[in-house]
Protein backbone atom coordinates (compact mmCIF):
# COMPACT_ATOMS: atom_id res chain seq x y z
CA UNK A 1 0.00 0.00 0.00
CA UNK A 2 2.76 2.25 0.41
CA UNK A 3 3.33 2.98 -3.32
CA UNK A 4 -0.53 4.43 -3.67
CA UNK A 5 0.23 6.92 -0.83
CA UNK A 6 -0.45 10.64 -1.88
CA UNK A 7 2.10 13.66 -1.51
CA UNK A 8 2.18 17.04 -1.32
CA UNK A 9 3.83 18.94 -4.07
CA UNK A 10 7.12 20.79 -3.51
CA UNK A 11 5.31 23.94 -4.69
CA UNK A 12 2.25 23.49 -2.03
CA UNK A 13 4.43 22.52 0.62
CA UNK A 14 6.58 25.52 0.31
CA UNK A 15 3.47 27.85 -0.09
CA UNK A 16 1.76 26.53 2.79
CA UNK A 17 5.20 26.33 5.08
CA UNK A 18 5.81 30.41 4.27
CA UNK A 19 2.22 31.48 4.91
CA UNK A 20 2.08 29.60 8.09
CA UNK A 21 5.47 31.35 9.32
CA UNK A 22 4.42 35.19 8.36
CA UNK A 23 0.91 33.87 10.25
CA UNK A 24 3.21 33.14 13.38
CA UNK A 25 4.38 36.87 12.43
CA UNK A 26 1.43 38.50 12.95
CA UNK A 27 0.02 38.69 9.20
CA UNK A 28 -3.45 38.16 7.74
CA UNK A 29 -4.00 36.39 4.48
CA UNK A 30 -5.90 38.05 2.28
CA UNK A 31 -6.19 36.79 -1.97
CA UNK A 32 -7.48 38.20 -4.97
CA UNK A 33 -8.87 37.04 -8.47
CA UNK A 34 -6.32 35.79 -11.36
CA UNK A 35 -8.23 37.70 -14.00
CA UNK A 36 -7.30 41.45 -13.55
CA UNK A 37 -8.05 45.31 -14.92
CA UNK A 38 -5.59 47.21 -16.09
CA UNK A 39 -6.11 49.44 -13.21
CA UNK A 40 -5.37 47.24 -10.42
CA UNK A 41 -2.49 45.61 -12.29
CA UNK A 42 -0.62 48.10 -13.49
CA UNK A 43 -2.18 51.63 -13.03
CA UNK A 44 -2.77 51.95 -9.10
CA UNK A 45 0.77 50.37 -9.11
CA UNK A 46 2.33 53.22 -10.19
CA UNK A 47 3.64 51.39 -13.37
CA UNK A 48 3.91 53.91 -16.38
CA UNK A 49 1.25 53.50 -19.21
CA UNK A 50 4.64 53.61 -21.22
CA UNK A 51 6.05 50.57 -19.18
CA UNK A 52 7.66 47.31 -21.43
CA UNK A 53 5.67 45.22 -18.89
CA UNK A 54 2.50 45.97 -20.40
CA UNK A 55 3.55 44.89 -23.85
CA UNK A 56 2.21 41.97 -25.74
CA UNK A 57 5.20 39.88 -24.69
CA UNK A 58 4.82 40.02 -21.10
CA UNK A 59 1.05 40.43 -20.12
CA UNK A 60 -1.89 37.69 -21.42
CA UNK A 61 -4.83 40.73 -22.00
CA UNK A 62 -8.17 38.55 -22.55
CA UNK A 63 -9.13 38.45 -25.71
CA UNK A 64 -12.71 40.33 -26.11
CA UNK A 65 -12.54 42.30 -22.98
CA UNK A 66 -11.14 45.69 -22.76
CA UNK A 67 -8.04 46.31 -20.35
CA UNK A 68 -8.35 42.86 -18.58
CA UNK A 69 -5.02 40.78 -18.33
CA UNK A 70 -4.47 37.87 -16.46
CA UNK A 71 -2.56 39.14 -13.34
CA UNK A 72 1.52 39.59 -13.61
CA UNK A 73 1.98 39.57 -10.09
CA UNK A 74 0.03 39.40 -6.55
CA UNK A 75 0.84 42.76 -6.09
CA UNK A 76 -2.92 44.12 -7.63
CA UNK A 77 -4.39 42.65 -4.17
CA UNK A 78 -2.59 45.06 -1.70
CA UNK A 79 -4.38 47.56 -3.66
CA UNK A 80 -7.88 46.22 -3.09
CA UNK A 81 -7.12 45.20 0.46
CA UNK A 82 -6.19 48.59 1.16
CA UNK A 83 -9.24 49.99 -0.60
CA UNK A 84 -11.40 47.94 1.92
CA UNK A 85 -9.49 48.19 5.39
CA UNK A 86 -8.23 51.18 7.25
CA UNK A 87 -4.32 50.59 8.89
CA UNK A 88 -2.95 49.46 10.24
CA UNK A 89 -2.22 46.50 8.06
CA UNK A 90 -0.27 43.27 7.80
CA UNK A 91 -1.28 40.85 5.16
CA UNK A 92 0.52 38.27 3.42
CA UNK A 93 -0.72 37.20 -0.53
CA UNK A 94 -0.34 33.96 -1.66
CA UNK A 95 -1.49 33.17 -5.41
CA UNK A 96 -0.67 32.06 -8.83
CA UNK A 97 0.35 34.63 -11.64
CA UNK A 98 1.21 34.94 -15.77
CA UNK A 99 3.38 35.88 -18.12
CA UNK A 100 3.55 35.85 -21.81
CA UNK A 101 7.09 34.37 -22.40
CA UNK A 102 8.31 31.48 -24.13
CA UNK A 103 8.85 28.41 -21.64
CA UNK A 104 12.62 27.08 -21.18
CA UNK A 105 14.10 25.31 -18.08
CA UNK A 106 14.13 28.77 -16.13
CA UNK A 107 10.72 30.48 -17.29
CA UNK A 108 7.04 29.24 -17.14
CA UNK A 109 3.93 31.19 -17.97
CA UNK A 110 2.28 30.60 -14.78
CA UNK A 111 3.88 30.86 -11.49
CA UNK A 112 3.83 31.41 -8.17
CA UNK A 113 3.84 34.40 -6.18
CA UNK A 114 3.58 35.76 -2.41
CA UNK A 115 3.78 39.17 -1.74
CA UNK A 116 3.41 40.94 1.67
CA UNK A 117 2.34 44.41 2.63
CA UNK A 118 2.36 46.04 6.03
CA UNK A 119 1.04 49.94 6.51
CA UNK A 120 0.72 51.66 9.64
CA UNK A 121 2.31 55.07 11.31
CA UNK A 122 5.67 54.18 11.83
CA UNK A 123 6.81 51.73 9.68
CA UNK A 124 10.39 52.01 8.20
CA UNK A 125 12.74 50.01 5.85
CA UNK A 126 13.91 48.39 9.38
CA UNK A 127 10.50 47.14 10.19
CA UNK A 128 11.30 45.54 6.49
CA UNK A 129 14.68 44.26 7.04
CA UNK A 130 13.70 42.75 11.01
CA UNK A 131 10.59 40.68 9.41
CA UNK A 132 12.75 39.61 6.82
CA UNK A 133 15.24 38.20 9.02
CA UNK A 134 12.89 36.81 11.28
CA UNK A 135 11.17 34.95 8.29
CA UNK A 136 14.24 33.86 6.27
CA UNK A 137 15.68 32.07 10.14
CA UNK A 138 12.45 30.13 10.54
CA UNK A 139 12.35 29.31 6.75
CA UNK A 140 15.96 28.28 6.45
CA UNK A 141 17.16 27.86 9.73
CA UNK A 142 19.39 30.50 12.23
CA UNK A 143 22.49 30.50 10.94
CA UNK A 144 21.27 32.00 7.24
CA UNK A 145 22.40 35.40 6.81
CA UNK A 146 20.37 38.61 4.12
CA UNK A 147 21.80 41.45 2.47
CA UNK A 148 19.38 44.21 0.80
CA UNK A 149 20.39 45.78 -2.48
CA UNK A 150 19.31 49.37 -4.01
CA UNK A 151 17.23 48.53 -6.96
CA UNK A 152 13.71 49.53 -9.34
CA UNK A 153 10.56 48.65 -8.72
CA UNK A 154 7.56 51.17 -10.02
CA UNK A 155 5.58 50.35 -6.88
CA UNK A 156 7.92 51.32 -4.34
CA UNK A 157 10.30 54.45 -3.06
CA UNK A 158 13.21 53.19 -2.54
CA UNK A 159 13.34 49.71 -3.58
CA UNK A 160 15.66 47.01 -2.71
CA UNK A 161 16.73 43.35 -4.20
CA UNK A 162 16.77 40.78 -1.44
CA UNK A 163 19.14 38.13 -1.40
CA UNK A 164 20.02 35.58 1.47
CA UNK A 165 23.14 33.44 2.05
CA UNK A 166 23.12 30.34 -0.03
CA UNK A 167 21.28 27.95 1.67
CA UNK A 168 23.05 24.78 -0.27
CA UNK A 169 26.52 26.16 0.21
CA UNK A 170 26.21 27.73 3.82
CA UNK A 171 27.92 30.89 1.42
CA UNK A 172 31.24 29.23 -0.12
CA UNK A 173 30.19 29.25 -3.09
CA UNK A 174 28.16 26.20 -5.36
CA UNK A 175 26.27 25.87 -8.98
CA UNK A 176 23.27 27.17 -7.38
CA UNK A 177 24.23 30.20 -5.74
CA UNK A 178 26.72 30.53 -9.19
CA UNK A 179 29.45 30.70 -6.85
CA UNK A 180 28.38 34.12 -5.48
CA UNK A 181 27.83 32.52 -2.30
CA UNK A 182 24.09 34.32 -2.25
CA UNK A 183 20.79 33.76 -3.97
CA UNK A 184 18.40 36.69 -5.02
CA UNK A 185 15.09 35.20 -3.51
CA UNK A 186 13.09 38.97 -3.02
CA UNK A 187 12.18 41.93 -4.28
CA UNK A 188 10.87 44.80 -1.55
CA UNK A 189 10.81 48.63 -0.86
CA UNK A 190 8.82 51.28 0.98
CA UNK A 191 5.37 51.38 -0.59
CA UNK A 192 5.03 54.39 -3.41
CA UNK A 193 2.72 57.27 -1.89
CA UNK A 194 1.27 57.25 -5.07
CA UNK A 195 0.19 53.36 -4.72
CA UNK A 196 -1.09 54.60 -1.48
CA UNK A 197 -3.19 57.44 -2.29
CA UNK A 198 -4.71 55.24 -5.43
CA UNK A 199 -5.92 53.09 -2.98
CA UNK A 200 -7.53 55.56 -0.78
CA UNK A 201 -4.84 55.97 1.97
CA UNK A 202 -3.36 59.33 2.97
CA UNK A 203 0.57 58.94 2.23
CA UNK A 204 1.04 62.08 4.84
CA UNK A 205 -0.66 59.78 7.70
CA UNK A 206 0.30 56.77 6.82
CA UNK A 207 3.73 54.88 5.29
CA UNK A 208 4.21 51.19 4.63
CA UNK A 209 6.49 48.43 3.44
CA UNK A 210 6.21 45.34 0.69
CA UNK A 211 8.11 42.82 -0.68
CA UNK A 212 7.48 40.03 -2.83
CA UNK A 213 9.24 36.72 -4.03
CA UNK A 214 8.61 33.94 -6.69
CA UNK A 215 8.27 30.74 -5.11
CA UNK A 216 9.17 28.64 -7.80
CA UNK A 217 12.56 29.34 -8.17
CA UNK A 218 13.10 29.32 -4.41
CA UNK A 219 11.83 25.53 -4.38
CA UNK A 220 13.90 24.80 -7.63
CA UNK A 221 17.00 26.29 -5.35
CA UNK A 222 16.24 24.73 -2.36
CA UNK A 223 15.75 21.06 -3.65
CA UNK A 224 18.12 20.97 -6.77
CA UNK A 225 15.33 21.02 -8.90
CA UNK A 226 17.03 22.23 -12.36
CA UNK A 227 13.47 22.78 -14.96
CA UNK A 228 10.61 24.91 -13.88
CA UNK A 229 8.73 22.74 -16.06
CA UNK A 230 8.54 19.63 -14.64
CA UNK A 231 6.41 21.44 -11.51
CA UNK A 232 3.37 21.28 -13.70
CA UNK A 233 4.58 18.30 -15.79
CA UNK A 234 2.29 15.22 -13.72
CA UNK A 235 4.93 13.79 -13.61
CA UNK A 236 4.47 11.80 -10.07
CA UNK A 237 8.41 10.84 -10.07
CA UNK A 238 8.85 14.64 -9.10
CA UNK A 239 6.32 14.61 -6.10
CA UNK A 240 7.04 11.35 -4.92
CA UNK A 241 10.35 12.59 -3.99
CA UNK A 242 8.73 14.57 -1.35
ZN1 LIG B 1 25.91 28.06 -3.01
Redesign the pocket.
Known sequence: MEETKGHIHPLTRTMDEIVRIFTELGFEVALGPEIETEHYNFDALNVPKNHPARDMQDTFWIKGVKETVLRTHTSPVQVRFMEKHEPPLRIIVPGKVYRYEATDATHETQFHQVEGLVVGKDVTMAGLKGTLESFFKKLFGDDIKMRMRPSFFPFVEPGVEIDVS?F??S???????KRS?W?EVMGGGMVHPNVLHASGIDPRKYGGFAFGMGVDRLVMAKYGIEDVRLFYSADLRLVNQF
Open positions: CLCGTGCNVCGI
